[in-house]
């Protein structure tokens, strides 16, 4: 898209709804609590059970916080694309596609925005373009 306010509002838009549901998916984890999180992840045969329950709470819950905001979304993009690939291979690949039967069509959908979000960048709304000045790694074409 060669409009740059209408490429700037979508990545805003794409931002700010997939931030709120992996912020939502985080916040969920750390409600149930660290032990009942951990729990699920063992029944889900999940490997390292402790350390992925503590990786998804957090990337998921701060991922989102910093989707929302545009903060280090190049970074963040990476770590909630990681997060989606090991539920998407060890969890939900085997039940099809859809969400009602286990499927992976949530995080299919959830690891490829954040994968462009990684590799586009937060866009001009965002605390990286106040940053990018500064930070090279967070500068846009």
Do not use: C
Not at 36 to 56: C, R
Not at 103 to 121: D, K, S
């Amino acid at each position: 898209m060669n409009n740059p306010v209408l490429r700037n509002v979508g990545l805003l838009v794409a931002r700010v709804v997939i931030g709120i549901v992996f912020l939502a998916h985080g916040l969920q984890k750390i409600n149930q609590g660290y032990s009942a999180t951990k729990a699920g992840f063992e029944g889900m045969d999940v490997p390292v059970p402790a350390l992925s329950a503590f990786y998804a709470t957090w990337v998921e819950t701060l991922g989102g916080i910093a989707l929302i905001i545009g903060l280090l979304v190049p970074i963040f993009g990476v770590l909630l694309l990681i997060n989606m690939l090991g539920a998407f291979f060890v969890v939900h690949i085997g039940n099809g596609i859809y969400v009602t039967d286990g499927g992976w069509e949530l995080v299919g959908a959830l690891g490829a925005g954040a994968l462009v979000l990684a590799v586009v960048g937060a866009g001009a709304y965002s605390v990286d373009a106040l940053l990018a000045r500064r930070v090279r790694f967070l500068q846009t074409a």
